[in-house]
């Protein structure tokens, strides 16, 4: 037991020094330190490096938010499956707010924000297609409800509200963060859906016309056909002087 309330404070102090500086602005006596530890053997004795204490720290997550959502989507398709948008909204959402992700402190959404800005690729390779399967049901019923959007756009739009997700759910933890207690402005009755309403408004909302010019392929620029000429025009050419 001790062991593991000693790793799980050096994940707690990391996750909160990485959320506040990003991964490169930290280093591992640092983390050592806001754990309460003495020697930096500690976090290499249970994470052996630096990079794979961030990986675990994504799957903490990750793998939470991907358990519920794919919870909630079993139960919406044992009642015939979602029948609005606003239901793959919800549950795009609410397990990312779910107590379960936070622990005992509100840091990893701001967490993920730092890996994106600047950790893409260890991001992507550690979520991957193990803990990324719900989201990918969520954006397979979103096709479906919105099949007449085109799809490069909706494929855009899909990242744009998953950025926008992000950002708001990190804006929420820095604004807890700074009192004590949930932020007023997060506790009112319709913050939430307010949430849920823009998101949907990101998916759904017509494209503009200068955006349906853009996505139209752009006219392929015909050839002339060579003129060929008869051998009765070949004939009537004047002959090549010589020199």
Same mark, same amino acid.
């Given at each position: 037991m001790r062991g593991d309330e000693t790793k799980g404070r050096i994940k707690l102090a990391a996750r909160r020094l990485f959320a506040e500086r990003g991964v490169d602005g930290v280093s591992i006596r640092e983390i050592v330190a806001a754990a309460g530890q003495r020697n930096v053997g500690s976090l290499h004795y249970y994470f052996r490096t630096k990079e794979a204490l961030v990986r675990e720290l994504i799957v903490d997550g990750a793998k939470l938010i991907n358990e519920q959502r794919n919870i909630l989507l079993d139960e919406l398709d044992r009642q015939g499956g979602p029948r609005s948008l606003r239901d793959i909204i919800d549950i795009l959402i609410m397990p990312a707010v779910g107590e379960g992700v936070q622990e005992e402190d509100e840091t990893y959404f701001r967490f993920l924000i730092m890996l994106q800005l600047n950790h893409r690729e260890l991001l992507a390779s550690t979520v991957s297609k193990q803990w990324n399967s719900g989201y990918d049901r969520c954006f397979a019923h979103i096709k479906r409800l919105l099949a007449h959007v085109p799809p490069p756009l909706l494929k855009q739009r899909m990242f744009f509200v998953t950025v926008y997700l992000s950002v708001m759910l990190a804006a929420r933890e820095s604004r807890d963060s700074e009192t004590e207690g949930r932020h007023p402005f997060w506790t009112r009755d319709?913050?939430?859906?307010? +949430?849920?309403?823009?998101?949907?408004? +990101? +998916?759904?909302?017509?494209?503009?016309?200068?955006?349906?010019?853009?996505l139209a392929p752009a006219p392929v620029k015909q050839k002339r056909p060579r003129r060929v000429l008869s051998g009765a025009a070949v004939s009537h050419l004047p002959r090549r002087q010589k020199a």
């Amino acid at each position: 037991m001790r062991g593991d309330e000693t790793k799980g404070r050096i994940k707690l102090a990391a996750r909160r020094l990485f959320a506040e500086r990003g991964v490169d602005g930290v280093s591992i006596r640092e983390i050592v330190a806001a754990a309460g530890q003495r020697n930096v053997g500690s976090l290499h004795y249970y994470f052996r490096t630096k990079e794979a204490l961030v990986r675990e720290l994504i799957v903490d997550g990750a793998k939470l938010i991907n358990e519920q959502r794919n919870i909630l989507l079993d139960e919406l398709d044992r009642q015939g499956g979602p029948r609005s948008l606003r239901d793959i909204i919800d549950i795009l959402i609410m397990p990312a707010v779910g107590e379960g992700v936070q622990e005992e402190d509100e840091t990893y959404f701001r967490f993920l924000i730092m890996l994106q800005l600047n950790h893409r690729e260890l991001l992507a390779s550690t979520v991957s297609k193990q803990w990324n399967s719900g989201y990918d049901r969520c954006f397979a019923h979103i096709k479906r409800l919105l099949a007449h959007v085109p799809p490069p756009l909706l494929k855009q739009r899909m990242f744009f509200v998953t950025v926008y997700l992000s950002v708001m759910l990190a804006a929420r933890e820095s604004r807890d963060s700074e009192t004590e207690g949930r932020h007023p402005f997060w506790t009112r009755d319709y913050t939430m859906a307010n +949430l849920a309403d823009t998101a949907q408004a +990101l +998916l759904e909302c017509g494209a503009s016309a200068q955006t349906v010019a853009a996505l139209a392929p752009a006219p392929v620029k015909q050839k002339r056909p060579r003129r060929v000429l008869s051998g009765a025009a070949v004939s009537h050419l004047p002959r090549r002087q010589k020199a």
